[in-house]
């Protein structure tokens, strides 16, 4: 497999600690194997200067706002920006089918003709 610029899409609102684990283990892989990965989770650490996904067991994005100042609109805007400028696959966690987050990405990711990886 050639090296691709992999975005990694899956569910995250509703599931403890926004299903960053997952993430995390997911991206660990692809980066092993030898691709550019961007992690939503780790760019909305590195936006807020901490990990915003601690304690927050049930995944609460209102939580995530009030105690981190977390920003739905400035996490897509930074995700889909991606997608659009440097992804050539996305990478699907199990669940994404029932994330409207992940829909979305994948819809994208689609009309840019894009490989589409199932995990």
């Known amino acids: 497999m050639n090296k691709m610029r992999v975005y990694v899409a899956g569910?995250?609102?509703?599931?403890?600690?926004?299903?960053?684990?997952?993430?995390?283990?997911?991206?660990?892989?692809?980066?092993?194997?030898g691709h550019e990965v961007f992690n939503p989770a780790e760019r909305d650490n590195e936006r807020h200067g901490k990990d915003i996904s601690l304690g927050n067991l049930s995944g609460c994005e209102e939580t995530a706002a009030r105690d981190?100042?977390?920003?739905?609109?400035?996490?897509?805007?930074?995700?889909?920006?991606?997608?659009?400028?440097?992804?050539?696959?996305?990478?699907?966690?199990?669940?994404?089918?029932?994330?409207?987050?992940?829909?979305?990405?994948?819809?994208?990711?689609?009309?840019?003709g894009h490989q589409i990886i199932y995990l």
């Open 11 to 33: 569910p995250m609102r509703g599931i403890p600690e926004f299903n960053f684990p997952a993430f995390s283990a997911a991206t660990a892989v692809l980066r092993g194997q």
């Open 68 to 112: 981190h100042g977390f920003s739905l609109r400035d996490a897509l805007a930074d995700d889909t920006a991606w997608i659009c400028r440097h992804a050539n696959a996305i990478a699907l966690l199990p669940g994404w089918e029932n994330s409207k987050g992940a829909r979305a990405e994948l819809a994208l990711s689609e009309a840019l």
